[in-house]
C-alpha cells in the first residue's frame, strides 16, 4: 500500500503537483492545472492518440487487449494467461493480432524499427537491463501503453508483480533503459 502511495505521489509531482496532506494513515494527492491549460493538454493529448490511432487502428486493440491481463502473475519463461514473463507477455499481446515476436526480451530488441525517446508512441515495445544496471545487454521488454509529454507509461510482466503498468521516468527504469522499437506499423499490414 505504501509503495502504491509512493509512486503514486511521485507520478503526481512530476505533473504538477500543488497540495499533498496526510489524513490517517491515507495521502491525499490533489494536482491543480489552470483550466484552460489543462484543456489544452487534454486535447493536445487526446489529438495525438487519435493521430497515432486513427494512422494504425490495431494500435487500440492491442493495448485493450494487453490491459485484459493485469495482476496476471510472472512466470520464468511463461507464455499464457496462467503466467507470463516479459517477452512471453509481449509476444502473446501481438501474436493475438497475427505479429509473431520471437521469445526473448534480446531477440525482440531486433525487431521492428529503433525509435528515438523523444518519438515513442503506443504500440513499441521499450526494452531494459535486466535486474543489474550496470549489465549492458536487454534483459526486460514492455509495451508502451501511453506518451504525454515526456511521460512514458507501459505495461510488462514485472518479476516483482506480474503484468501492471509503470513508467519510465521511475529511477529503477530510467537506470536500466536500453532503447525502443517500433513494431506496432506491422499491425497495418496484416
Known sequence: MLKKVLLTAVFAVSFGITQAQTTD??????????????????????????????RI??????????????????????????????????????????????????????????VEKESAMPGDLIFFKGHSAGGSSIGHVGLITEVVGNQIKFIHSAWGGGIRFDYLHADYYRNRFMGIRRVGHLLAQK
Open 57 to 114: 487502428p490495431g494500435i487500440g486493440n492491442l493495448i485493450g487487449f494487453a490491459k485484459k491481463h493485469l495482476a496476471i502473475r510472472y512466470r520464468s519463461g511463461g507464455t499464457t494467461p496462467s503466467g507470463f514473463d516479459c517477452s512471453g507477455f509481449t509476444r502473446f499481446c501481438y501474436s493475438h493480432f497475427g505479429i509473431n515476436l520471437p521469445h526473448s526480451s534480446s531477440a525482440q530488441g531486433n525487431v521492428g524499427l529503433k
Open 25 to 54: 494513515h491515507v495521502a491525499l494527492v490533489t494536482a491543480e492545472m489552470n483550466p484552460a491549460t489543462q484543456e489544452a493538454a487534454e486535447a493536445s493529448a487526446t489529438k495525438q492518440t487519435t493521430t497515432f490511432y486513427d
